[in-house]
């Protein structure tokens, strides 16, 4: 039931950024985690940065250093800024928003997905 939609996604140059959002259809503060997957034709879906209810976050070794995760609470929405963008970051960003935990102690864990955005960094 909860709708994720990316934005910012676009063609840029090597070197260059861009900053991507993802607006949730529910409040993000009740999100255990939400976080950026990228995609490239072809090729398994991997994840880029990850941000907890309480702040933490942690990122792929190739993005480390270059872009940064973060959340607007009053917006109900994740960024991803994304700077020194090589050729290699070209892919379909998706945002993800995920549950977890157990209920009378049986364990779940869920997923939702946003359509994705394609950014493309030329060389």
């Known amino acids: 039931q909860v709708q994720l939609v990316e934005s910012g996604g676009g063609l840029v140059q090597s070197g260059g950024s861009l900053r991507l959002s993802c607006s949730a259809s529910v409040s993000i503060f009740s999100i255990n985690t939400m976080g950026w997957y990228r995609q490239v034709l072809g090729k398994q879906r991997e994840l880029v940065a990850g941000?907890?209810?309480?702040?933490?976050?942690n990122y792929a070794d190739s993005v480390k250093g270059r872009f940064t995760i973060s959340r607007d609470n009053a917006k109900n929405t994740v960024y991803l800024k994304m700077n020194s963008l090589k050729p290699e970051d070209t892919a379909v960003y998706y945002c993800?928003?995920?549950?977890?935990?157990?209920?009378?102690?049986?364990?779940?864990?869920?997923?939702?997905w946003g359509k994705g955005t394609l950014v493309t960094v030329s060389s």
């Open positions: 941000i907890t209810s309480s702040g933490g976050t």
């Open positions: 993800n928003a995920h549950y977890s935990g157990s209920y009378d102690y049986t364990p779940y864990a869920m997923d939702y």
